[in-house]
């Protein structure tokens, strides 16, 4: 049997044992055999720097020795030994540092293995990595022609998706302001009624209020279905926020009736309590109208379509999703249309995928519904029958209302005290409808009509005007231009910006207070208010 001293001595690794400075105290046969030494000529007289190649030297004091006095330890280091006779031999190390009670460091004790055979195997992987990137470089020069030809058409292909999104996009815009123009048609008709029934003589102080508040009430209808317009045409600003459902189901009644048209009865289930979520408001309503416009499409513009809201407390397990215990808000719309193939039920989310015939959709309507419900942090749960109809839920998370939501305060008008407004309108009309308004509210004006001509009256007449109220969309300068000039050469001087268009209020007001048109005669009292007090604000701060 052999003995311990027999077993380091022919073990299949090197052992060497070093002061902490390097130097070699003990070395067992393998190691010396390795490099071609007699003990007599190693032990006491090299460090191990010394059997190192220069890179390896440079190694050992800048990363091995710093590492192993700091850790106590150190792993697979690769360094190149220089034999007796000029040969390197490579080595993996590995060393274990032994300390003092006091923690100083005695010795080192380090394992050496020969790695000949995996720093051979390690030129073999490089050099075949060399080949197949050289193959790789071949391949790109033969196939050049070919991927230019590959990204030409891939270009090709987004431009024309990209215009199956704009025509998809119009065909919904087409589709609502079919409808939207018949209900101008009634509002207007409401309006004309009215106005022409003011114009009676002797007309009782009762019914002279009734029609006027019957004109307002009007505007004001035709003004949200503007808004409502602009908002699934994607042209407004979209902003996430807390908003009840409900109420925003109820709000989109008109427009998805509007979508529908007479012969598809439309039903409401909506709760009693508030039911918050935190999301796009906007796409909120074009996800909604999206299954709408499907749902009536697959009952062939006749039937019935239900609505309903709910609380609910746990989501039910959706495709690879388990069921989820928390607070949600389900909204779910029901059709009696034909109903969706089980084998396409997984393929509606898809972009492009669509069963209507050309030109009557790409298929883009329920990947934006997906889309907006992921984001939102909810799913979406689909469930058809054949000659039955569909019914989409979407569970969206339900959210704490928002800290001090209250009623909304009943706008009153203000007197103006005699302060100056620069109103700038290119618009006749409007512009004397302002002028007597703000006459009618105590403030005095001055009426110009374009960008240049405002700033030729500020610089005549500097001091004498306290407010700028201008239209955005004019010829030549724009509002939002003259906004920054005259921040820039008035920057006491408050401005209020007024637009009706949609790419303006998409935009919003650029920095600048914003009216959106049509507005009332409170709305306009309300911002030359906001207006006024900053006015004072900063005189009093001066």
Not at 246 to 275: K, S
Not at 299 to 308: A, K, Y
Not at 436 to 448: I, Q, S
Request: charged fraction near 25%; hydrophobic fraction near 40%; proline fraction near 4%.
């Amino acid at each position: 049997m052999e003995t311990p001293e027999e077993l380091y001595e022919s073990a299949p690794c090197g052992y060497l044992l070093t002061l902490p400075d390097g130097t070699i105290i003990r070395a067992n046969q393998t190691f010396l055999t390795w490099i071609g030494m007699e003990r007599q000529d190693l032990v006491d007289h090299k460090c191990v720097q010394d059997l190192l190649s220069m890179g390896g030297r440079i190694y050992y004091d800048t990363h091995f020795a710093p590492l192993l006095r700091m850790q106590g330890f150190v792993n697979e280091i690769a360094f190149d030994l220089i034999c007796a006779d000029g040969r390197s031999l490579p080595v993996l190390a590995n060393a274990v540092q032994k300390r003092d009670t006091g923690g100083n460091p005695v010795v080192n004790r380090i394992t050496l293995f020969n790695a000949t055979d995996r720093r051979q195997y390690e030129r073999e992987l490089l050099l075949a990595r060399q080949k197949a990137e050289q193959a790789v470089e071949e391949l790109k020069r033969l196939n050049e022609t070919l991927e230019e030809r590959v990204t030409h058409e891939v270009a090709e292909r987004l431009k024309a998706e990209a215009a199956m999104r704009q025509s998809q996009k119009m065909e919904a815009v087409g589709q609502l302001t079919g409808g939207v123009a018949h209900d101008f048609n009634n509002l207007l008709t409401v309006i004309k009624s009215s106005t022409d029934l003011l114009k009676r003589p002797n007309l009782s102080e009762e019914r002279r209020a009734r029609y006027v508040a019957a004109i307002s009430d009007t505007v004001d209808r035709a003004a949200k279905l503007t808004s409502q317009l602009l908002a699934f045409a994607r042209r407004q600003a979209l902003k996430p926020e807390t908003f009840d459902v409900g109420q925003a189901v109820r709000m989109l009644g008109d427009m998805v009736g509007t979508l529908t048209g007479a012969r598809i009865q439309i039903i409401t289930y909506l709760p009693d309590e508030p039911c918050f979520i935190s999301a796009d408001p906007s796409q909120f309503d074009t996800a909604l109208i999206n299954i709408v416009v499907n749902a009536r499409d697959a009952m062939d513009s006749e039937g019935q379509i239900t609505i309903t809201v709910w609380p609910a407390e746990r989501m039910p397990a959706v495709r690879r999703h388990a069921a989820v215990k928390a607070p949600y808000v389900a909204i779910s719309i029901a059709d009696t249309g034909s109903g969706i193939p089980a084998d396409q039920i997984d393929q509606i989310f898809e972009p492009f995928f669509t069963t209507k015939g050309v030109g009557q959709g790409t298929g883009l309507g329920l990947s934006q519904v997906f889309g907006f419900v992921k984001q939102s942090g909810g799913q979406v749960i689909v469930e058809s029958e054949i000659g039955q109809g569909t019914t989409f839920t979407l569970y969206l998370p339900r959210v704490i209302a928002p800290l001090g939501v209250a009623a909304p305060e009943v706008e009153t008008t203000e007197d103006g005290h005699g302060t100056c407004v620069l109103v700038v309108e290119d618009n006749r009309d409007v512009g004397t409808f302002v002028t007597h308004t703000l006459a009618e509210l105590g403030y005095r004006t001055t009426w110009v009509e374009n960008a240049q001509a405002a700033l030729d009256e500020l610089a005549t007449s500097p001091g004498a005007h306290d407010i700028v109220f201008s239209d955005v969309v004019m010829p030549g300068m724009n509002g939002v231009e003259l906004a920054r000039q005259v921040q820039r050469l008035y920057p006491d001087l408050p401005l209020v910006l007024t637009s009706g268009y949609s790419h303006v209020l998409a935009e919003g007001g650029h920095g600048f207070e914003l009216l959106q048109k049509p507005y009332s005669v409170e709305a306009l009292s309300r911002v030359l208010r906001k207006a006024s007090q900053k006015l004072r604000k900063q005189s009093r701060a001066k």
